[in-house]
Structure formats: C-alpha cells, structure tokens
C-alpha cells in the first residue's frame, strides 16, 4: 500500500471516528482519559522498551545529551502524562455550551451551539509526551486526531498512541479518534496535509521551517506561530524594581521558549539609571548583550547590535538592547520587528498603559508582568495545545475551547422567506 | 512596474492603513460610512458613465442578458448602496468589547478584548455593488480591505472603489485603507494570495473554480464555502402542510443562491401522502425532479436521479428527492453527500428533531423552517460578507463580529512566572 494511500485510509477513519465523537456524553470522555493515565502506568515497561529501541538509535546517531534527555519517557516523565490526561478529564466539556441564543422577529430561535472542529492534524518535533498531551485535548474536545511525531521518536509515540487506542476502545469510543502514523517518512506530512475531505486542521509544533512548510502546503486551514520575538518596553515612568524583576524573569527563567523575551526596549530618560544594574545582573545569569550604541555606553561588555539581531529569536541566553526616545518610537519598534506573539509594557503612566494595550497588535498585550505569562494554563484556560499568532479562529493560546467551533441551530414553527 | 511589485505595494499600504485603523473611533467610521453614501449619491452619473465602458465591452463579447442586467449600476442599484452603506452604519462597532475578563490566582487580570482582523483581502466574480458592500463591513469592523472584482466590471469596481477612497481621506481615515486591484490579469489573483506578510484573511466569492484555485494556492488563511448542497429531511412526523410551503420556499423563492434546497429526503411512511401533491407543486412551478425508484413511482413526470445529482448544487429548478427508511439513513445520506452548509427538518418529534439538531455537521441546522434562513441578515447577524462551511474561525454565515478576532490583555502588578 502506498504512503499516500495508508494516510487516506487513516484520514478516512478518523472522520467516521469524528462522527461517532460529535454525541458522546463528557463523563465518557472523561472516562477514556481516566483509562488512559491507568494504562500508562501499568505500561511503563513495555513504554520502556520502546523508549529504549529510539534512545539506541539516537545515541548510534550521535545526537546530543540535551535531544537524548527530551526523548527519554523516564518514569517521572510517564507519571507526568498520566497527571496530565486526569488534569484535562477535570477541565469542563467545551462542547455543548450555547455562547448565545436570540429570537428573531418572525419567531425563529437561533442559538451559537458549540461543537468540536472534527478533525485535527497534529504534526510535531517535540519530545514524544506531546502524543499523550495532544491526544488528551484533542479528545476531550470531541475530536478525532491524527499525530506525525518525530521520525526520532517513533517508537515511543507508536506504544503511547497504542496505549490511548486501547482506552478509547475499552469505553466504547471508536479507537481510530488517536492514530499515530506508523512511518518516519518525510512525505507523510505532504500526504496529511492534503486531505482536505477528511481533515478539518493542521497543527505544526516545531522549527520555524517545519511551520513555513506546512504552511505553504497544507489544503487545510493550519493553526501555528512561527516564532516568539517577544518584547519588553520598559517605560520612564516604570518602578525599575520591578522592571529588573520582570524583565530578568522574562529572558532567563526558560530562555529556549518562544514567550521568553528577545528585545528589551528602554526609554532614554531612565537607561542611565536602569541599564547598568541591569546589564550587571542578566551578564552575572551569563546573558550576551547585543546593544544600539547608547546601550553600549551603559553597559560595558555588551556588543553591538547588528540589523539581524532585531527580528531575532534567541532561544538562548542573548538578548537585544535598544533605548528609545519615546513610546511612539518603541511601537514603531514592535511593528517593524515583531512577531505579534507576545509584548509588555513596564509602566506606572496610566495613558502610556493604556495605549500600549491598545495599539500593539500582539496576541498577548501585558502592562507589569512578565511575557511568560502568555501561556494556556497560566492565563487560566486550563491548558494549551499550542499558540497562534495568525488572526484566524484563535489568536493566542488555544486551549479546549480554541479545539471547537461554534454552529447555529435554529428552532421554527413553519417559517419560510419572504 | 511589475504586477507583483505592485500588489505588494498596495498590500504594503494596505498593512500601514490598517495599523491607524485599529484605534478609530465608532463615530470617525460612521462619519465615513454615511460620507460614502453621499459621494455615492452625487456621482451617480460618474457612476454611471463608467459603468457604461464595462457594459458596452460585455455586449461586444456577446455576454447574456442575464450577465448585462447583473453588471449594470442603474439609479435604484446605487440608492440601494447607498442604503446598505447607512445600514452598516447603523450597527454596532464589534471592535473593542470584551468577551470576558478574569482574575487569576496570583492577581493577573486577564481579559479577550476584540480587535480587526487586519487586513482582508476580497476576490470576488459577482456584481460590481459587492465592492461597496465588502468594503463597507470591512471599515466598520477596522479592517483595510483590497478587492479584487470580475475582469467584466473593472471600470465600475475602480471608480466605487476611489469614491469610497475620498470619503475615507475625507473624514481623516487613511484612503488606502479601500483599494481596489486596478487591472483584469488574472495573475493579480495569484500575487495578492501570497502577500502573507502583509494580508491576514482572504475571503474569495464567486464559482467554485475560483474558490478551489484560491484555496490550493493561498498561503494566507482563507474563509471561504465551496458550494452549498443543501437537504431537508421531511420526517413522518411532520406537518405535511407546513412540509410543503418550506420546501417550495426553499426551493423556488430564489434557486440560483447558495442557500436553496437540492435534495429532498422523505420518510417512506409519508410518502405516499406527501410526494405526489408536493411534486405536483413543484412541477407547476416548473421545478424538474430527479428522483429515486421510489420517488419515480409517486411523481408520474419525474426523471431517475443519477449518482451524480445527489452531491449537485443545481442552482436552478431542478431538484434531487429520495424516499428514506428511516432518520439514520437521512443522516447517513447528508453526511455522504451534504457541503455542510445547512440541512434542515421537517418534524413534530421531539426526540428526532434534537438528535437531528446535534448531528448533522452543518453550518446552521434547521428544524421547522427554510434552508433559506441560512443567512447573516436574517439570523440577526446584522450583515453578511458570505458563508464559511470550514469549520475555523467562523462556521456559516460571517457578520461584523466574523471580520474580528480578540487578542489578550494582561494587568498586573510586577508578576513574574515561578
């Protein structure tokens, strides 16, 4: 059987899988999730196992301690899953509720009811827990979902979609709604991306080439950010307590995440009175400077900025520097550079606060606090499947309810157009 | 200058437009709307002079009747503009509610507040009033728009387009925030659907041709329905009578919109009693039914539906109808062949008529009434920019609230993540 034709048959049964989903009662959802996290737990050996062949292989392939270290499913990393899949069983059923019901003049009812997207197509690079994490949301939503992990992870994502298939099955839910696609072949991601009949989204979590790749191939509408350049403008009214707290927070506390801070933007009036000490403490934490020439007279070892630097996203202990001569120039800043992903500003001014909000085109907009708040869990929607920086359907962190959409229903008595 | 510089250009515009256009006030693009009424109003006949030079050009290349009545801007067809310009003024500014607010533990407020899109760009092949219509719903929700109309109706499309521009510039809003593409090539499509960096949304309405080539060929997010197959499913339960005034409404009011029934399911226990009357009906309006074994034998002139009428969108007066067993076997045939877009039913059943509700995947979902409704205005949307039957961002029918998304806004107090 060709690729492109096992990708179809496993397209098709997800969407009967899907169909099956649309009606299924929350506590049975609830109760497959329950399984699963059983499951995994008293599978930790055979997941071992299977660990143990794409842990080989990786080492023969000489990949680097830090990559072996993120495909190792150690026992805390199993019992972690299985916290995770009774965490999302607690989370209230998104599908269901009615965001809004109205009578129209000639009597007609018209209700918003909310119903799960259908299909998902979920496509990653990272660590092989994210089948597990990805499913639960995926099920818990009502929807049917296809995974395409990393070619490096194949094994272990094969025994946790196994694993989940056989939960579903022992509650009565069709086990094709968690498929893993069982090849480490490149074109399966051309072929996934292809079926639009079958597959309602795509969901790329990954590299910035992985993204533009699916972005630019895929029939079906994709939900995904390309990168983080996440700002912070520390404004001349700001408490400069707080703003070294934040900022410091923003760019160290977990410096390889897209909500992590890339570019710090200061207002001239308070650079001599802020950019020392907190050049000294980020430098102290192993933070590279990369300074605009005023920075440089502030903060003794940074280096000079170059025009790569702006749109830059670090992903690491470097971070870009430039103090500006107003609010208006740090916008401009932002729009030029930005990738609509994640900025604050510091400020104790009440206008500048409030026009920050306002004008910049940000998914998350924070005054006093720090970036890495742009974040599902911790911005209260219970958990997250990924971010979206692209307008459509969910700007900004997705969580249960950015996995459904909404149809109408309308209740009649006859009427018919006039 | 190139085709595709150019496009980029006004893309470029478009983008720097839309960034002014985020903090307007309600009133500024109220003003605008009203102003573009009357510069509408008194250049009727600059209207109508250009209008004359894409008339003349389509009787040359021998055009229907029916395609010369659609491209003419008579008086009535620029009062009716004008009309729908102030009643988009007359609605409420989606942009800057607040879906909702909360606090979180450590203090954060954190609440959805609703912005523009951005930048939208309109492709459309229907008559050149769209133009203002589009442009119309695109300024009131603060988006900038670039519309690409029917090579047939440049001349028309391009001089609503700068009297919509002047009114703009008028009342201190950036004209470029309305701009129409000023050629016919084809290849204008092409460029204007890979300005990914500059345009948010693409909303192309016209055949399924050009709808399917936008969607294979856009690296920007599309909204878009290809074509609309819309069922009813008269139940045994029905009101026979009720039964047959909405499915001829639904039918016959308007066959050529996207909206109108195409097949028709009914209970075998009724129909008996419903078809022969019903058909009968049908065929004095001059509706030609394609029917299934069944059908055949209860209405004497119909002709042996093939399987290629029932995934048809007629758009004329000819109708599928099939006699069904039972609901599932309705449902089984609208999930195998339905678009969907709106499905409805025809019952005095409760338990049928919820189960119909919560499983047929379509974009509105009727009981008791006209597919016709399927509709924004008649919702009580307010307006409409066209239907989506992808299930992201907006299923069914788009309104103002549709040409927004919300982004996060965060206060806090110094909160850094732990």
Not at 58 to 86: F, Q
Not at 250 to 261: E, F, H, I, T, Y
């Amino acid at each position: 059987m060709s690729l492109e034709r096992m990708i179809k048959n496993m397209a098709g049964d997800a969407k009967r899988a899907s169909r099956a989903m649309r009606s299924l009662e929350s506590g049975q959802k609830d109760d497959a999730l329950l399984k699963m996290a059983e499951r995994l737990l008293s599978a930790r050996e055979i997941i071992s196992a299977e660990n143990q062949k794409d842990l080989k292989a990786a080492r023969d392939a000489g990949l680097s301690a830090a990559m072996l270290d993120r495909l190792t499913l150690s026992e805390p990393v199993i019992g972690a899953m299985a916290d995770g899949l009774r965490e999302v069983a607690a989370l209230p059923d998104p599908v269901g509720a009615v965001p809004g019901m109205w009578k129209r003049p000639n009597g007609l009812l018209v209700g918003r009811v909310r119903i799960p997207l259908g299909v998902i197509g979920f496509i990653f690079e990272s660590r092989p827990n994210v089948t597990v994490d990805a499913a639960a949301l995926c099920i818990k939503s009502g929807n049917a979902v296809i995974l395409k992990g990393g070619s490096e992870a194949i094994h272990s994502n094969m025994v946790l979609g196994r694993l989940l298939a056989e939960a579903l099955q022992e509650v009565g839910i069709p086990e094709k709604a968690v498929q893993v696609i069982p090849t480490t072949e490149r074109e399966a991601v051309n072929a996934l991306i292809s079926m639009e009949d079958e597959i309602d989204v795509i969901i790329p979590r990954g590299g910035e080439g992985l993204i533009r790749f699916v972005t630019r191939n895929s029939r079906i509408p994709v939900l995904k950010h390309y990168k983080g350049v996440c700002h912070i403008y520390v404004d001349q009214s700001a408490s400069l307590d707080m703003a070294k707290d934040i900022c410091f927070n923003a760019k160290v506390q977990r410096p390889g995440v897209c909500n992590a801070l890339e570019t710090l933007l200061v207002h001239e009036d308070i650079a001599a009175r802020f950019l020392p000490q907190m050049g000294k403490q980020f430098q102290r934490a192993g933070v590279e400077i990369r300074g605009c020439p005023k920075t440089l007279t502030l903060i003794p070892d940074a280096v000079t900025a170059t025009e790569s630097d702006w749109p830059a996203e670090f992903l690491d202990l470097v971070l870009a520097v430039k103090v500006v001569g107003s609010m208006d120039e740090a916008l401009d800043h932002i729009e030029a550079y930005g990738s609509q992903h994640t900025e604050a500003i510091i400020t104790n001014d009440y206008d500048r606060s409030q026009r920050f909000l306002a004008q910049v085109d940000s998914s998350v907009v924070l005054v006093n606090a720090s970036t890495r708040f742009n974040d599902g869990n911790q911005l209260g929607l219970g958990a997250e499947i990924g971010i979206n920086t692209s307008k459509l359907h969910a700007f900004g962190p997705m969580g249960l309810e950015e996995l459904t959409t909404t149809k109408f229903v309308v209740y009649g008595q006859g009427q018919t157009r006039k």
